[in-house]
C-alpha cells in the first residue's frame, strides 16, 4: 500500500517555473515506478511524465519534453516534477501516481495508487 500526496502547485504567469512535490508513505517505494498525470476541466487524465525504480530511466509526453523534468529520492520517498516554460495549456489538476511495473507506463490503468493531486494554474 502506498499512499500519496502531492504539494507544489498553484498559479503563475506564462513562461515561469513550478515544482511539484509528492511524498510517499511506506517502505516499500523504490520498487515501485512514479507518475505524473494531469486532468484539465471537461478533459481526460493525460500522462505528463514517468521515472523507473530507480530513477536512471525517464519519459514524457511529447508536449512537456524539454521544459519538464521528473526525479525521485527514495531515501526521503519523494517524487518531484519541475516544471520550466510553463504555457496556459498546462494549467491542470496533476496527480502523482505508482505503479508495480517497475520500468513505469504511460497508461492510467497501470497505475494503483494515486495523490488527491494539485491545482496548476497558468495564465497568459
Known amino acids: 500500500q502506498v499512499q500519496l500526496v502531492e504539494s507544489g502547485g498553484g498559479l503563475v504567469q506564462a513562461g515561469d517555473s513550478l515544482r511539484l512535490s509528492c511524498a510517499a508513505s511506506g517502505r516499500t517505494f523504490s520498487s515501485y515506478a512514479m507518475g505524473w498525470f494531469r486532468q484539465a476541466p471537461g478533459k481526460e487524465r493525460e500522462f505528463v511524465a514517468t521515472i523507473n525504480w530507480s530513477g536512471a530511466r525517464t519519459y514524457y509526453t511529447d508536449s512537456v519534453k524539454g521544459r519538464f523534468t521528473i526525479s525521485r529520492d527514495n531515501a526521503k520517498n519523494t517524487v518531484h516534477l519541475q516544471m520550466n516554460s510553463l504555457k496556459p495549456e498546462d494549467t491542470a489538476v496533476y496527480y502523482c501516481?505508482?505503479?508495480?511495473?517497475?520500468?513505469?507506463?504511460?497508461?492510467?490503468?497501470?497505475?494503483?495508487?494515486w495523490g488527491q493531486g494539485t491545482q496548476v494554474t497558468v495564465s497568459s
Open positions: 501516481t505508482a505503479t508495480s511495473y517497475s520500468g513505469g507506463s504511460t497508461s492510467v490503468g497501470d497505475y494503483a495508487y
